[in-house]
């Protein structure tokens, strides 16, 4: 739902951190179907074209991403996961696990985090990626939950005595990178592949109108032009034609 765009302020200070090592492996977290793309898309598809093997997350079903207040919300469900598992192959490939919480009524409860953690146990990856649940005057619940679950999930998995119930090894991973951060510090070159993120976005078809605002094909132009403008104005403090940029945190 339009996680990072409209944005987030620009990284100004340019001596602080740019372009990750590639991770072998990168779990990205979003509260709904199109959050990772917004979020990390170019980051995300930079990292699997040299390698990294992606995984996705999605936290709700994205059962209230329509404005149609008559829409078959069940058919909207099945819709939004064909759409994500269509934009994470664009993005490189990799799969997509779907949460299945209700849009609009994610939690942070034990059995929340503990699902997310055993996801993260599972999987082992190197480096994670999810929304910044600090972020000043979000409105929308569920992401700052998808935040605070990615988060205390985090926390939980690394440690051994969390969840035993898994019957998994703990894993700390080496870096989590949050998005639309309220402080962001770290740059991500994606110029090779910004069209590769557009993409992926316009895979998410049944989110045209409610948040790309588009009905038609010069709308879409718009939005295309917007995500390419606020992409570059990340970018061009470091002299980068396009970049995300995200909270960086390694003492995890
Ligand atoms: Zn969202």
Request: aromatic content about 6%.
């Amino acid at each position: 739902m339009g996680a990072n765009e409209p944005g987030q302020p620009a990284v100004t200070d340019p001596s602080l951190s740019r372009d990750l090592p590639v991770p072998t492996s990168a779990l990205a977290v979003g509260a709904h179907p199109d959050d990772v793309e917004f979020g990390g898309g170019g980051t995300l598809a930079k990292w699997a074209a040299a390698g990294c093997v992606v995984h996705h997350l999605v936290c709700t079903d994205g059962s209230k991403g329509t404005w149609d207040p008559d829409a078959d919300t069940a058919a909207l469900v099945a819709t939004r996961q064909v759409e994500q598992r269509r934009a994470a192959q664009i993005l490189g490939g990799g799969d997509v696990t779907f949460l299945g919480r209700v849009d609009g009524d994610l939690d942070t409860s034990r059995a929340t985090v503990s699902d997310v953690a055993r996801v993260i146990r599972t999987i082992r990856p190197q480096v994670v990626l999810g929304h910044d649940p600090w972020k000043r005057y979000r409105l929308h619940p569920d992401h700052r939950a998808a935040g605070i679950l990615v988060c205390d999930a985090i926390v939980a998995a690394r440690d051994p005595h969390f969840f035993r119930e898994h019957g998994l090894a703990h894993h700390r991973p080496d870096a989590l990178l949050l998005w639309e951060a309220d402080e962001p510090d770290h740059v991500e070159d994606v110029t090779s592949t910004v069209d590769t993120k557009l993409a992926a976005l316009l895979a998410h078809e049944s989110q045209f109108e409610s948040t790309m605002h588009a009905t038609a094909d010069d709308q879409l132009d718009a939005f295309r032009e917007r995500i390419r403008t606020r992409l570059a104005g990340l970018g061009a403090p470091y002299g980068l034609a396009a970049a995300e940029v995200f909270k960086l945190i390694t003492d995890l």
